[in-house]
């Protein structure tokens, strides 16, 4: 059973275009982040939720809107891609107060053509 | 702000080296530091951590000591195996509501037979 799983794996889309990425998981966690990987391995917060609640906004362009339907899923939509969003973005959860180790989901490689 | 600093890679050794890969940390207060490992076309996976100045963590042959007086958590193996070659990461966090993990830069390690 996957933990943290995220849909699609790859994306490859044109620029201008508008996606979405999808993060489930079923660990019971209530918080839960994106991160995104730059081509030099580079991994930086965007974004983080608490029970459906936005808790972490870092310097993100606003084309990037984050969603979380309910505790266990959490959605990244990207309006108007750029070649610079060309990324592997990661999804990872948390529960709060069970030490600090945060669980990531496989990474969706994203590819702005 | 707070950062982390790890040594440029790739490291690359034969199989049963010793390894060390050099982690430091700047920080505004007592955080958690970590060492998460990736490997090739995998999410991250946490390898170790330590909570407070003292602490060892250790997994898998891996340890790493919070030294509170060099602000460094050196990752150490005795003996590296092929099964080893990924990228490691060196992070911090305070906890907290947000949890939020601030990476160094990834340091690719290369074992070969």
Sequence with gaps: DTAVSQTPKYLVTQMGNDKSIKCEQNLGHDTMYWYKQDSKKFLKIMFSYNNKELIINETVPNRFSPKSPDKAHLNLHINSLELGDSAVYFCASRKTGAGNEQFFGPGTRLTVL | ?113
Excluded at chain 2, 24 to 47: C, I, K, N
Excluded at chain 2, 81 to 108: E, H, M, P, R, W
């Design chain 2, 1 to 113: 702000g707070d950062s982390v600093t790890q040594m440029e890679g790739p490291v690359t050794l034969s199989e049963e080296a010793f390894l060390t890969i050099n982690c430091t940390y700047t920080a505004t207060g007592y955080p958690s530091l970590f060492w998460y490992v990736q490997y090739p076309g995998e999410g991250l996976q946490l390898l170790l951590k330590a909570t407070k100045a003292d602490d060892k963590g250790s997994n898998k042959g891996f340890e790493a000591t919070y030294r509170k007086e060099t602000t460094s958590f050196h990752l150490e193996k005795g003996s590296v195996q092929v099964s080893d070659s990924a990228v490691y990461f060196c992070a911090l966090s305070y906890g907290g509501a947000t949890n939020k993990l601030i990476f160094g830069t990834g340091t690719l390690l290369a074992v070969q037979p």
